[in-house]
């Protein structure tokens, strides 16, 4: 991952009460998966497992920075379990969440959805579903 120091210079761009959620979510994804692999967008980061693959067929979450909230993204979030009903989207496989404010974010759900995301394996999951169709 990208040294903190150059973290903060990237966030000093945005406003600072979204800066929190993104290093918060940054913290999960170190501690959850501390060999992730980082990038840096236009418009945020994405984590994923580099021995595994690229950022789709590896992907952990993605971070998108928006102009007054943050977008925690997962490629494959469709094939996550979300009793909570938190995720959005109707893309085929990719599923976010909206994060407005660092105090009002379900901190524990988040951590259990990257978690789930981290350990997820794409070919496993469509081959073994395939052989049961």
Known sequence: MFPERYIEQYLLQIP??????????RNIVASVAPGATEKQHSRGFSYYHKERGGPVSAGI???GIFGDHIRLAFIHGAFLDDPEG???GKEKAKRYMP?????????????SLIEAHSRFDPYTYFKKNNETA
């Open 61 to 63: 979450c993605q971070i």
């Open 99 to 111: 994060i407005y404010s660092y105090e009002e974010a379900p901190w524990e759900y988040i951590r």
């Open 16 to 25: 600072p009460e979204l800066r929190d959620i993104v290093l918060e979510i």
């Open 86 to 88: 938190m995720l959005r």
